[in-house]
């Protein structure tokens, strides 16, 4: 037989249920039982000492006792008596307990066995279950009075495996109804564990509680926060979700009200009316996208994000295709070089094929030879990686000659330095186009140190920011090019201010007249010698994109 951990729970159930009525059921039989012979033993002791009674005080056994044969007459007297009462013996004794009547004659004349003989001698009466002639029997001893002294006895009596067929009956005429109540509760049982079957959706403890197990891992894996929603109640909530909204710790479910702020509460319930694009919300001053999804049974499930997140995440993910159309035109403009100079080399002009290959290799060298005193890896990789995005773009692009870093900085200055290059100069790329380039346009970046910490500042021929948005311009979804923007500055002084420095914006009527300088604090200051070699190479001036129509280090 398979052990009950490998049942399934309908099984599990019934078992359960079972056992638990019959561990009820049998020990309150057996006291039904004990109480039912206790209660026919009483009766039959009661009706013995009543009719003891009765017939101890019937005038004709009184005047018997007066004969000189008192047994002629208490015999038949007593023979009538047990056939009306159906007793099992009627005894009748004289005061030395000799029998005067009995239902075996052949003992009468003889001295009544089992039991007090003494005590209705002096008058009391006595209830008792003794072995007699006969057997066991449940008896009442009566004294018999006569003029005031006791003559003798009387005892009606009622043998016990009498009793014990009746208690027998009552048993078997109850059975049907313990039966019946069997069966009802099997009955049930069966119903209740299909009932738990069905709302468990077939699924066994072992499941579920793996299931669970399971849920909780994914709940607390996901970077979005989850919420729950039941009418206007919170039933789950997930920690990533408690954390974006700065929840209170405590059970569940509670109102939805006592999370959110009332306009963001309002704008979360309005939301479930129909399927709209994601909602931006401000709760407890942190910017926040939420969708809702309704799912069968009433319930809405409520996603949480962090807005400054995604828009990372989206100004990655549109860096890294900008990145894959530089390279696309990269490798295009590559092959129509060396289409160019196969048709060189076809027309035997091999002097030209060499200047055009020395031309491309002389601007690489330029653009690497500008970037070399910057002494930073990191930083040198950015600014070339830009030399070739404004050749791609056709934009003149100037690394200022006084450009300098020292030979190690802080880690943190250096990814805070990053930062603001890449977004600030991809910036002033989009202002330039916007704008046209003109004759002396384009973008100017420098970087450099000095006593006071690193100082990046980018210059572009751009219309500058408009007015209306200067008094919130670094703050995080301001821009002039539409919704979904306005990340790239605001994390530039975010990080600026994380080190203690800051982001300022100037705009004045030269060719360069926009302007943002960032400055990054060191710890201590630098020696003089640190502040670039003194002779570093000076990148080229800005000259237009040249003839074959390739750009520079300034194109």
Known sequence: MPSTSRLRVQARLFLWILAFFLALAVPLALLGSAALRGSIYRDYADRSLRESR????DPGLLGAYRLARPASVIQPLAERVRALLGADYVTVTDRDARRLAHPDPALLGRTMVGGDLSSFRAGRTVVETVRGTLGVSVRAKVPVLLDGSVVGLVSVGFLLPRLTALFLEVVRQSAPWYALTLLLALLGAHVLSLRVRREMLGLEPEQIAAVTAQFRTVLHALEEGVMVLRGEQVQLLSPQAARLLSAPSGPLPVPVTALLPGEACRALLDLRAGDGPPLALTVQGRPLLVSVVGVPGGDWIVTWRDRASVQALSDELFQARRYAELLRAQAHEFSNRLHT??????????DAALESIYSSARLSAQARDAVMPLRNVTLAGLVLGKYERARELRLPFTLDPLSALPGTLPPEVVDAAALAVGNLVENAFEAVLAAGPGEAGGVRLLVAADPEGVQIEVRDSGPG?????????????????????GLGLALVNEAARSLGGDVQYARDDGPLGT??????????????????PPDAPRPPEPQGPPDDGAGGPDA
């Open 54 to 57: 009765v017939l101890a005080q």
């Open 341 to 350: 100079l196969a048709g060189l080399l076809h027309l035997g002009e091999t």
């Open 465 to 485: 920011v408009p007015a209306h948005l200067l008094p919130g311009v670094m703050a995080r979804g301001v821009s002039s090019k539409g919704e979904g923007r």
């Open 515 to 532: 302007r943002f300088t960032v400055t990054l604090p060191l710890d201590g200051h630098l020696p003089p010698d640190e502040h670039g």
